[in-house]
Every structure is written in C-alpha cells, then in structure tokens.
C-alpha cells in the first residue's frame, strides 16, 4: 500500500520509504500569470530531471505528467507494471495509461479540488489487459506557473478482488436469504455479479423436462435475450467443456480466452455455434451448482472486455457464490416441496373424511334397521347384502389410499403373469355393466381380432379398467354409451375408454392424474387418487397412459401395455369362449 507516513524533505521534493512525495500545492497557490514559453520548457526540464534522480529506484511505478495530460516520464517500475518502455509509455499519454471510469474521474476531481487525491483505479498495459492500482496523485509546482503532477501506483489487484470478493460474498448471501421464489433470487444474483464481475451471467438448472435458463443479466440490458435465446433441451453427453459439461460431469469449466475450436466443441450445432460467436464472450468461467451431492444446475460468467479476463482467482469466488446459491436453490425447493406436501396432507383428509363419510353412514343405518324386531328374513338379507357393500367401498377406498402412498414412495410393485386379452375384456364387461346399468348407460366393449396373451398382473390392470370405465361412468348423462376398445399397435396394446359426457376443460386437462384433482371439482368424485393409481400401475408396467378431450363432446383415456408373443384366434367382436 502506498505509504502515508510523515515524508522527510529531498531536494525541493519529499520521500518515504523508497515512495517519493511531492510538496503539494493548492490550486489557489499556484500562481496565474502568463510565464514565458522558454521559462515553462527549462522548469519543465529541471523538474524532469530532478523527478527523475529521485523515481528511478522507487519500488512503486511513477508517472510524471503535464496538467494537458501528456505522460513527461515514467520510472522503471512503472514501465514494469505497463508493459511499455518509458517512450511508448510517454506516447500513450494518461488516456492510453488510464482507463477513466467513474474510479478514475472521482479521483482527477479531487486532486483539482484539493491538490492531492487518493484512491483505486484501472490502469491498462500494452497488451490492452488491465490491473487494479493503488494509486497517489499529487500537484506539485517548482517554483514557477507551470504545474505538474505525479501519479504513484502499485498494482493492488489481489488486494482489491479480496476485498471485492468478501463485498459480493456478504451480499450475495443477504440477496440468496432474501425470498423462497427461486426466479426472483436468482436473478437478483446475477445482477449483483454484473457489472462487478462478469458482463454476463446466467443460471440454468436441470429441471425433469431439460435445462432451464432461469436468471441472465448483461452489462448491456439490450442484450439479455441474446442470451436468453441460448437454451438447452438436454446435456449434451458429449461435451468436453461448456455449460453441457458443468452439467454432466459436476466439475467447472474455465476457458479464460475463448477461441473459434472451443465455442465449436461446447456448440449443439452450426447455428449455436454461429449465435454464441456473435455474442462475443472473450472469457468463459462455469461451476456447478450442487446440493445434496447432486448436481441441480450451473453459474456461469462471462467476459466480453467490459472486464478482465478470468483467472483462478475468480474461479474460487465464483465457487464460493456457487456454493451459496446451490443451498438457497435447494432450501427454497425443499420448502416448497413441504407446502405441497402439507396440502396434499390437507386434500387427502379432506377427501377421506368425505368419502369415508357415506358408507359409515350407510352402516350405521343398517346397523340400526337390524337391531329392530320383525324384519322378514328378505328383509334381513338385504341389509347385510348393504352392510357389505358398504365394507367393500371403506375397503376400496383404503387400499387406493395404501397404493397411491406406495407409488409416491417409489415401493409400488406389480407381479406379470401370461394373461389372455379377450378373457381380460370380458371381466372388464362383466365387472363394469351393472354399474353402467345403474346409471343407464350402455358399456360397449369391443374385442380384437386376436387374442394375444398380455404379461400382466391382471388384478392391477383390472382396477386400471375399474377406475377408467368408473371415471367415464361418473361423468356421462344418462342414456349414454361407454366405449372399451383394444388394438394391436407394433409392439405394444392400446386400450382406450370412450365417453361422449361434459369432457375435460384444457385448463383441467393437464392435472386429471394429479392426486385429489377429481375431489376439488365435485361432490360425486371418490378419492381422488382413482386417475393417478391408474398412471401408477401402467407405468409400473412399462406403459403409458394419456388423454384426450373436447369440452361437450367427451373425453378418451388411452393406456398402452407390452404386447406379449403368443396368440390364439378367435372371431372379431365376440367373447371368449366360456
């Protein structure tokens, strides 16, 4: 650091400890009148030489310049620091020397005002790269008009981005702490990383259906959605460097000059290549974002001359800022995954106490009918035949409860066995008609040309077709027609269960497997999870299950199965043989 130690006097100018000093002088010191051109040029060159018997062993860089801005001598230290001879040094002048931001224009200020001024500015070298210097500036007078200043610096970078460092860390963590919306967190990050940091930031995180560009910030606002534009719909397995390998490996990638055959191998494609070279990132700087020993997503910063080059050092902040974000990423999906939580919990004793409700109510009614004397054995029989149907409903309804918990939990299990498709069909027909009739409605099943033998467990899907046909029977008006058909579709069956009710609304249409869904939109449905243990068993058998629907004119679930190898014949649109 430069020295603020009282100096002692040198030959008109002062020294403290190998720092030269110069008397200053106030701008209302110095004297106005006109001098002589011949007078000012022979004080220059005096004051020249003296600077220089007095700079040329300081440790620290000096720079002696006219109040027009030209640069009259730089020390040997200086010359070191610039990466110029003292001629080319001489020959940039203080604008080729000094890069005026607001740093350097608060620093010429004071100096002006008071004669003297202190502070950390950005020098630039030869070769255009640029350091942080600690830097002094005195005006000083030798006895004539002419005036001049001195400029001692050393390069303070290290200290400076330490400093910097531990400013952005504080902050960041009061800006990560500051809400649970992960969109508006991690955008406030980025904005702190640029300018200080980056010209560039952006955060992208893996979510189920690719990667998600969720926060970008440029020293340029105009420039956002360049870079917004740059999304990911999958890791590119392989990528040797670039966000795509931050992702896939878990390890940062740093490519502190860019070049042509770098943005080449992190590029998808020609046009991503063309896009991120008309970007004009210099520097590259990439680290995951981990929680849970899982990598959840990348921060990257970019150079685009508005700073420095990366080096390592930046690379241990931004790891540290990575650190920090990848929690607040983590906490922020843990709570929200609570909330949901709780509201599912909510839904769920919602809808039992619901539906619970009913049949509790039929066996109590029952149960009072048959403490009664003088019912007929007729009688008695049909409120037993009650009694068990209303066990049976508080049986069903636990063990969709009991499922639905072993889908969510991951411990959901089928058992496969050979089972015939038309036999399937039939029981389906069989199973669902009396209900269908209840609600006079007419159950069309319709049989394939031939009967493949499905590996299945048949119990499963059966409650699959139960919960289908039983959806379709809710929401259909009376004196309509249900359809269950079955085909042969390359390797694998699909069913589908056709209605011609109310259909689905598309604002609906993408939560009809969601838990509960069907409990929140009337007073009719069951437990809500009928739809979502459906999903669960034909995924559990490797199929898929989806719908299709047009509000007024009825809805279609489909769901596939593997199609087994072995068939029997059998005539199209008729039941298995007895």
Avoid at 266 to 280: I, N, Q, T, V
Wanted: with cysteine; aromatic share 6%; charged share 25%.
């Amino acid at each position: 650091m430069i020295s603020d130690q009282v100096p002692r006097p040198f030959g008109g100018f002062f020294a403290a400890q190998g720092v030269v000093r110069f008397l200053p002088v106030r701008p209302q010191s110095v004297r106005s009148e006109p001098a002589d051109v011949a007078a000012s040029s022979e004080a220059e060159r005096e004051s020249e030489a003296i600077w220089r018997v007095v700079a040329r062993h300081a440790p620290d860089g000096m720079l002696l310049t006219a109040t027009d801005g030209r640069i009259l001598a730089a020390n040997p230290a200086a010359c070191a620091l610039l990466g110029r001879t003292e001629e080319e040094t001489c020959a940039a002048g203080r604008a080729g020397v000094l890069v005026v931001d607001e740093a350097a224009t608060r620093l010429i200020e004071e100096r002006r005002r008071t004669g003297r001024a202190r502070g950390v500015v950005t020098l630039r070298r030869k070769d255009g790269s640029t350091f942080l210097a600690d830097a002094a500036s005195i005006v000083f007078t030798n006895g004539t008009a002419q005036t001049w200043t001195s400029l001692t610096f050393r390069d303070a970078t290290d200290e400076e981005r330490a400093r910097q460092a531990l400013e952005i860390l504080a902050d960041a963590g009061r800006v990560l702490a500051s809400s649970l919306d992960l969109r508006t967190t991690l955008k406030h990050l980025t904005d702190l990383v640029v300018p200080k940091l980056a010209d560039v930031c952006t955060v992208d995180l893996l979510e189920p259906d690719g990667v998600n560009r969720v926060a970008v910030a440029h020293r340029d606002p105009a420039r956002v959605a360049a870079f917004e534009q740059v999304r990911r719909h999958g890791v590119r397995e392989d990528a040797s460097c670039g966000v795509d390998y931050v992702l896939r490996t878990g390890e940062p990638s740093c490519i502190f000059e860019l070049t042509d055959e770098w943005l080449r191998a992190a590029a998808h494609d020609w046009k991503h290549f063309e896009m991120a070279r008309a970007l004009g990132v210099r520097s590259f700087l990439s680290v995951p974002l981990r929680a849970r020993s899982l990598t959840i997503g990348a921060l990257t910063l970019m150079s685009t001359g508005g700073v420095p080059s990366f080096g390592d050092h930046d690379l241990r902040l931004v790891q540290a800022l990575g650190e920090r974000a990848a929690a607040a990423i983590d906490n922020a999906r843990l709570y929200h995954r609570a909330q949901r939580a709780t509201q599912a919990r909510e839904e769920m004793i919602t809808a039992v106490s619901h539906d619970l409700g009913s049949p509790l109510g039929a066996i109590i009614g029952t149960a009072d009918l048959l403490s009664r004397s003088g019912l007929t054995d007729e009688e008695r029989r049909s409120l037993i035949a009650g009694l068990r149907r209303s066990a049976l409903w508080m049986q069903r309804l636990t063990e969709d409860l009991v499922d639905a918990a072993r889908i969510d939990a991951g411990h959901f299990t089928v058992e496969k066995k050979g089972c015939a498709l038309r036999h399937l069909l039939a029981e389906v027909l069989d199973l669902m008609r009396p209900l269908a009739r209840q609600q006079h409605l007419a159950l069309e099943v319709r049989f394939p040309d031939q009967d493949l033998v499905l590996p299945c467990d048949r119990e499963r899907i059966l409650r699959v077709f139960s919960n289908l046909v039983g959806n379709a029977i809710k929401f259909s008006p009376e004196g309509g027609s249900i359809t269950v058909t079955a085909s042969l579709e390359g390797d694998e069956v699909r069913f589908a269960v056709i209605d011609r009710g109310r259909g689905i609304s598309a604002e609906d249409l993408p939560h009809v497997f969601d838990r509960f869904w069907q409990a929140s939109r009337t007073s009719r449905a069951g437990s809500g999870v009928g739809l979502a243990i459906a999903e669960g068993i034909v995924k559990a058998h490797g199929g898929r299950i989806w719908v299709e629907s047009e509000p007024g004119a009825g809805s279609t679930f489909f769901f596939t199965l593997p199609a087994g190898e072995g068939e029997r014949g059998g005539a199209a649109g008729t039941p298995p043989p007895a």
